[in-house]
């Protein structure tokens, strides 16, 4: 399952869970497929479930839940890092 966490503005983060109880979230902001693509951090669910979605907080999109296949539901919140993306030494922008 994939989502972005707001449908009324420009992406920004992607959270995506899969079926090896492993989720991502994605910076959608920065691409440079050199340094493979977007800047993200990857977490393994807690039980090591299959996880079947995942979704972000109406009112908070910095909050989102995972659902995994054993009944669990765990709640998450992005930390912003202090520098969202840097530049390398041919003047392009990859995120941090």
Not at 33 to 44: I, L, M, N
Not at 62 to 81: E, F, I, N, R
């Amino acid at each position: 399952a994939a989502e972005f966490d707001r449908r009324d503005i420009a992406m920004n983060k992607c959270a995506v869970a899969t079926l090896e109880g492993k989720f991502h979230v994605f910076d959608m902001r920065t691409h440079n497929k050199e340094r493979g693509g977007y800047a993200g951090v990857e977490e393994k669910f807690p039980t090591g479930a299959t996880l079947w979605g995942c979704t972000h907080l109406p009112q908070n999109r910095d909050l989102w839940m995972v659902g995994g296949g054993d009944g669990t539901v765990s709640l998450y919140k992005y930390a912003y890092p202090d520098q969202r993306r840097a530049t390398d030494a041919d003047g392009k922008e990859y995120g941090v």
